[in-house]
């Protein structure tokens, strides 16, 4: 049994009652790998333990853990412009709440700004809402009088 092999034996069982262990073993397996075949590529020693440790620790917590060397700067340095990115077009993405304010004469037209005359009020969208309510209850108001006197 290669020292290797030893040391991940002894990450499971110590596992189990330390989750922390991972920055204790993952960089001595990953040198022990690196000794015991020095032609092993660092991403052919990242990649074995990822998949040898996968069920010990998530994949994140054994990047965490192993070296720089083993690590690829380059992913790392565009995966957190893309995220700064992405939170970037979100923020600039998501409209923005605005309240409009109309003006209007007397008679409920709307009047532009260069033009205001001296009787004008704010209304809102919830305003002629209530005031198209209140001219339907009018015409029927009118209505009923308007048969009642029929029948009259």
């Known amino acids: 049994m290669t ?5 991940l034996e002894e ?9 922390s262990t991972a920055k204790e073993y993952i960089p001595k397996m990953y040198y022990a790998l ?7 590529t660092p991403e052919d020693a990242r990649d074995r333990i990822e998949k040898d440790c996968m069920n010990i620790w998530s994949k994140r917590t054994i990047l965490d853990a192993l070296p720089d060397e083993a690590k690829d700067l380059e992913k790392q340095k565009a995966g957190r412009l ?6 970037s077009a ?5 409209a923005e709440k605005k309240e409009e304010e109309i003006m209007i004469d007397t008679q409920g037209k709307p009047i532009d700004n260069s033009t205001q005359a001296q009787t004008t009020t704010k209304a809102t969208v919830a305003d002629s809402f209530q005031t198209s ?4 209850d009018q015409l029927r108001n ?9 029948a009259v």
Do not use: I, T
């Not at 690196?34 to 092993?40: A, C, G, H, W």
């Open 3 to 7: 020292e290797y092999d030893k040391l």
């Open 90 to 94: 979100a923020v600039s993405a998501a």
């Open 34 to 40: 690196r000794d015991e075949n020095p032609n092993l």
């Open 82 to 87: 893309s995220q700064r990115e992405a939170n």
């Open 142 to 150: 009118n209505a009923l009088k308007r048969n009642s006197l029929s």
């Open 133 to 136: 309510h209140n001219n339907e």
């Open 11 to 19: 990450a499971e069982a110590k596992a189990e009652a330390f989750r």
